[in-house]
């Protein structure tokens, strides 16, 4: 049973980094087999994916994230991070963290649970 | 605004069949074969209902169905249920800088 765990904290400053970390069970991120991504949900709206992760440290950031945007793998933790700096309100979100195959194709099956990120003072 | 089109609402008594549309463009679900849909309640993490355009997961029932036409994918519930009740997002891969890209999401209610 694969499972994916977001951790990092609820409330961010505006102008800091929000740093979150997902850790995996039931599969090895260093297979190589899939995508690790991040996709977030803003309040009361839709799904809008960030970015992934590769086993090997390769990233792919979406277009309008892409300048503060920062993915990283440790496989030896069989754990993936997102970090996103210069956070205003429009970031607050429950971010999720799942795997897929290479664009989502196959569908992102296994989702983490979620984790509220609020951006304020 | 959602880089996919779809209705806000859609409304069906039980037992009734109702389909999702999730509109795009060529370059995503015209253009390739990876449109998925998923369930999403209020509190929880979306639920894969469809992969690759009509792929069912395991575990996912049969009522649920998809389909594509051109720039258009649907998602058909069929026999309606009160557990039907719920937001239904459409996904599609895209051959751009964004390579995934989601549908704004639709209110499925079970009058």
């Known amino acids: 049973q694969v499972q994916l765990q977001e951790s990092g904290p609820g409330l961010v400053k505006p102008s800091q980094t929000l740093s979150l970390t997902c850790i995996v069970s039931g599969d090895s991120i260093g297979s190589g087999a899939y995508y690790w991504s991040w996709i977030r949900q803003h309040p009361t709206k839709g799904l809008e994916w960030i970015g992934y992760?590769?086993?090997?440290?390769?990233?792919y950031y979406d277009p309008a994230l892409r300048s503060r945007l920062t993915m990283s793998v440790d496989t030896s933790k069989n754990q993936f991070s997102l970090k996103l700096s210069s956070v205003t309100a429009a970031d607050t979100a429950v971010y999720y963290c799942?795997?897929?195959?290479?664009?989502?194709?196959?569908?992102?099956?296994?989702w983490g649970q979620g984790t509220l990120v609020t951006v304020s003072s | 605004q959602s880089a996919l089109t779809q209705p806000a609402s859609v409304s069906g008594s039980p037992g009734q069949s109702i389909t999702i549309s999730c509109t795009g463009t060529?370059?995503?679900?015209?253009?390739?074969?990876?449109v998925s849909w998923y369930q999403q309640n209020p509190g929880k993490a979306p639920k894969l209902l469809i992969f690759d355009v009509s792929n069912r997961p395991s575990g996912v029932s049969s009522r649920f169905s998809g389909s594509k036409s051109g720039n258009t994918a649907s998602l058909t519930i069929s026999g309606l249920q009160a557990e039907d009740e719920a937001d239904y997002y459409c996904?599609?891969?895209?051959?751009?800088?964004?390579?995934?890209?989601f549908g704004g999401g639709t209110k499925v209610t079970v009058l």
């Open positions: 996904s599609s891969y895209r051959s751009s800088n964004t390579l995934v890209v």
């Open positions: 799942t795997r897929s195959q290479y664009g989502g194709r196959g569908g992102f099956v296994y």
């Open positions: 992760i590769y086993y090997n440290g390769s990233p």
């Open positions: 060529s370059i995503d679900i015209g253009g390739y074969n990876y």
